[in-house]
C-alpha cells in the first residue's frame, strides 16, 4: 500500500482544514488507518484511527483534538481524511497518514502501521 497526504497548509486560529490520504492498493479496507504528527523538537504522536475489516468499531482520537477533528474513510476511493475545526496553535505540525493492521495494544503508537504518507505541514497562526 502506498500513501499519500495532503490537504496541509497556512490556517489562522479557529480555522479548519481537510487533509486527505490517498491510498493505492486493493486491501485498502482491511487496513486500520490512522493519522500522527510531529511538532519540531517532539516525538511523533497519534491523532486519530479509524478501523478496517474486523475492525470496524474502532475510532480513536487523542484527548487534545476530542470534539474538533474528525477522522473518515471511504473505501470505494480508497481514500482517508482527517477534518479539522477550531485549529490551535499547538495543533502545528507535519500530519502523517498510516495504515496497518495493528493489535489493540499497539494502535496508537507508530509501530503499529507498516504503510506512511510523506506527511503534510499544517500551520496554524495565533
Known amino acids: 500500500v502506498q500513501l499519500q497526504a495532503s490537504g496541509g497548509g497556512l490556517v489562522q486560529a479557529g480555522g479548519s482544514l481537510r487533509l486527505a490520504c490517498a491510498a493505492s492498493g486493493r486491501t485498502f479496507s482491511d487496513y486500520t488507518i490512522a493519522w500522527f504528527r510531529q511538532a519540531p523538537g517532539k516525538e511523533r504522536e497519534f491523532v486519530a484511527l479509524?478501523?478496517?475489516?474486523?475492525?470496524?468499531?474502532?475510532?480513536d482520537y487523542t484527548d487534545s483534538v476530542k470534539g474538533r477533528f474528525t477522522i473518515s474513510r471511504d473505501n470505494a476511493k480508497n481514500a482517508g481524511y482527517l477534518q479539522m475545526n477550531s485549529l490551535k496553535p499547538e495543533d502545528t505540525a507535519v500530519y502523517y497518514c498510516a495504515a496497518g493492521r495493528p493489535i489493540l495494544s499497539t494502535k496508537t503508537t507508530p509501530r503499529g502501521y507498516l504503510y506512511w504518507g510523506q506527511g503534510t505541514l499544517v500551520t496554524v497562526s495565533s
Open positions: 479509524i478501523g478496517g475489516s474486523g475492525r470496524g468499531s474502532w475510532n
